[in-house]
């Protein structure tokens, strides 16, 4: 429950009792540069990359550059009962960076420094407010590699995508965010400062509280700095594009790649509906009557690497694939790749507004949601592209409408509904990789039940009672 | 803050006002086969394989066939405010399952079964009683394995494993527990029963919930049921071992063996100490002058596994080994593990007490620990033993003593403090892979901080108020 004085708080601060003081001391504390109070600040911080949500004008941003003022801030958060929402780039696709409440958003871009990059541990530790690709650059001399890779790697930042634990291409080899986070120093709501991990592979000391900060979308603490693991980078890669007339004979490759023990670091797919409005958009010659197209690529070592691409070819003929083309070079790799990176913005040219969601089942039941997805577009007719992430199950189906078209919405947030009902019965979860947030906090009882749900709050109001951290998000009350 | 009733129900316990209506209850809702109260039985279940610490007879234990008995356990434990212990097969080395409060000793050996193999999806769901070797032995006709391997997987449970987060020798290439349990189902201490994660390789549905539980050491719940994941076993291995006369010659050896992007399965050390104490007891030719003998798996498809096999030996002569044995068949691989296999049992016959420790440090600075455990065996005239998973930083100074000679227990036990010292000066952390259990407590505050613990005690008491589960561990009060 939210405590009273919260309310009141939230009231006077409506009616500007304490919006003013509350800037007055933030200027004190940051000088004037860091503290944006312009309507043009305030709007370019009201919303993110999520479609379809509502957006607020907080009461003012800040762009502090060190912990010290972090803890600063968070103390007269405390003072003035305000909410504080971190923010990197704001790429995320969950609303979960919207200042719903009101309050101050704390932007951490000026907290992008690489602090050390620690060969021999395989470690970098880094700010939040850093890019990710930036990261791999500055890795990539030593022969390393970060491997979570969102499809916003070139602007999403650490902070943000630990936060929101970024999934992307490679999660079915390399897995996601929080399998390379080791350590993490973290602001928490009373203005403490607490270091969790640290850089050793094995670490049992008390509760993983690296691991419930990575995907806690700011709910929890303010990350104010990151360890991460890096991993040796692959000397050589094959990639291949596999058509199918039937959409089974690509499940049944995905699941004999896979039961060959071929992981590969990427297994995409693109459905009819993709396939169609990728080559309307990029004229690149796909085939538009192929119920799917996969695209898997296989990393390593050369030999191995060789081995495996051969495997997966035989194993994409023996399933009746229409066509198969393998890249020899790189300019031919980059070519099979442009439809999968056409995707979604071929799909978000067609109509004005893109919902896109990231509902996850088990590899095994890639097929039976493809189908449940074309029947929820049949029945609300709606036009949804789906591609994503076979190898792991995370698939993203597109609706294509638009947000002034209050009718037609109605239908998508009943289509949504149904997508994340068939997601769960086929044993899956409401998200892959985009997280709760805004955008499916009100789904978050289907997957956990009240008692599940119930230990979330818990945990939650343990460590932000006064809901300052990112309210309205997962478990916050918006 | 305890709660008053507990100390009021804890003192009534004492008296015994409470232990016959419980007992009563529970042979009610158990039958009298699954109530334990003989002193043979309560004796039995009154301490684990954790030297040097306290034990305590519990008050009952009890052997429950189902997840319903469980639930209507904590609801009696909760009626008669009466802490509960979890407990496999109590191999732990944390005292992490000593019922030191008195109350239930809660047996899980009778949820035993393998539900479900999904070979397609790469998983397995399982009971916590299992044993994690029978896991492996019914996924190897699949061609899989479940990597985590503790020194005990021939008799810890899996539900122990996932509750101590165990390591094990193949933490540097494929992780530890953590890294493999996808989902669970927890009873929680007001007797509700959540599901958390699930089968899909992508999930960031809400906290992070599994991975609070695993390591939490039935402090927070009771897990009744684990989905772990699987991966194909590797399908070769060369197993080799290194004699070295100058411990940095070892080392350096290790981080280039890593530097070269080769990630052993396994990569051990034994120090000179452990190398004597070994050849004294099983008479097997080890070379009593050397250092430091690091043994060396390397595993996967066997084209790789001889490449990166060539070039760790060539590794080791170029940091001048004394001398390098390759295993060329499965005996002599046997012969080299046999040092290995040997090191703890060979240290636990010389004296009657065997202080078994496992504070890690980034494997950069392996070195450096051994060198300071050196010292301090020096300072306080103790014999102390090194091994462990040099890969990965996790060592295991081992401390020959009698726990009825008082006067070296305490010098023994400032040599423990003195070693986690060391370990967290040197950025790494007191446990790698033992947990903190009883045993490693009173040090958390070292690593965490006040504000750290702080928030460990938050969650317990939030999921826990009345500190019902496993008390007197990691931050609950003994």
């Known amino acids: 429950m939210l405590p009273p004085f919260w309310f009141l708080s939230y009231l006077e601060r409506e009616g500007s009792f304490v919006v003013k003081p ?17 309507r043009e600040d305030l709007i370019c911080h009201s919303f993110d990359a999520t479609a379809d949500m509502p957006s607020e004008l907080p009461d003012v941003v800040v762009t502090p550059h060190t912990k ?6 968070v103390k007269l958060a405390n003072k003035y009962m305000t909410p504080i929402y971190t923010r990197g780039s704001g790429t995320n696709l969950s609303g979960g960076t919207i200042p719903i409440n009101k309050g101050i958003v704390l932007s951490m871009l000026n907290l992008n420094k690489i602090l050390e990059i620690d060969a021999e541990n395989l470690t970098a530790t880094v700010q939040p407010g850093l890019v990710i690709q930036r990261l791999n650059d500055a890795v990539a001399p030593y022969g390393l590699m970060y491997p979570p890779d ?4 070139t602007t999403a930042t650490m902070g943000g995508s630990v936060a929101e634990c970024s999934g992307g291409l490679r999660g079915l080899k390399y897995g996601v965010t929080k399998h390379y986070i080791m350590g993490l120093e973290v602001v928490m709501a009373d203005g403490s400062v607490v270091r969790v991990g640290g850089k050793t592979v094995k670490n049992v000391t008390g509760y993983d509280l690296t691991k419930l900060f990575v995907g806690s979308e700011g709910t929890l603490g303010i990350i104010t700095e990151i360890t991460a693991k890096l991993i040796p980078a692959p000397e050589y890669r094959k990639t291949m594009m596999a058509v199918f007339s039937d959409l089974d004979k ?10 060959n023990k071929v992981i590969p670091a990427t297994l995409e797919i693109l459905d009819n509906v993709t396939i169609r409005t990728v080559e309307n958009f990029m004229k690149i010659g796909l085939p538009v009557q192929a119920e799917a197209i996969l695209l898997i690529e296989v990393d390593g070592i050369k030999e191995v690497v060789l081995k495996e691409a051969e495997i997966v070819e035989e194993i994409c003929k023996k399933n ?3 066509e198969i083309k393998v890249a020899q070079t790189d300019a031919e790799r980059d070519g099979l790749w442009t439809a999968r990176r056409a995707a979604l913005p071929a799909l978000a040219q067609v109509k004005p507004t893109t919902v896109l969601e990231d509902a996850t089942v088990p590899r095994s039941k890639i097929p039976d949601m493809i189908k449940a997805l074309r029947e929820i577009a ?6 949804i592209g789906t591609f994503g992430h076979a190898g792991d199950g995370n698939l993203h189906p597109t609706i294509l409408t638009n947000a002034e078209d209050k009718e037609e919405m109605e239908r998508v947030h009943k289509a949504v509904d149904e997508i994340f009902e068939v997601a769960l019965k086929l044993g899956g979860t409401l998200s892959g990789e985009h997280g709760i947030g805004m955008a499916k906090a009100k789904y978050l009882e289907w997957e956990f039940g009240k008692a599940g749900l119930e230990v979330m709050r818990k945990i939650k109001e343990a460590l932000d009672p006064n809901y300052l951290l990112n309210p309205g998000k997962i478990v916050g009350r918006g």
């Open 150 to 153: 969102p499809g916003t790697v």
């Open 378 to 383: 049949k029945k609300y007719n709606l036009t």
């Open 250 to 259: 690509a499940a049944n490759t995905i699941r004999d790649i896979i039961g």
């Open 320 to 322: 009746g694939a229409d």
């Open 22 to 38: 509350i800037i007055d001391d933030l200027i004190k504390l940051l000088g004037k540069d860091n503290v944006l109070t312009t």
């Open 68 to 73: 010290e003022q972090i803890v600063e801030i």
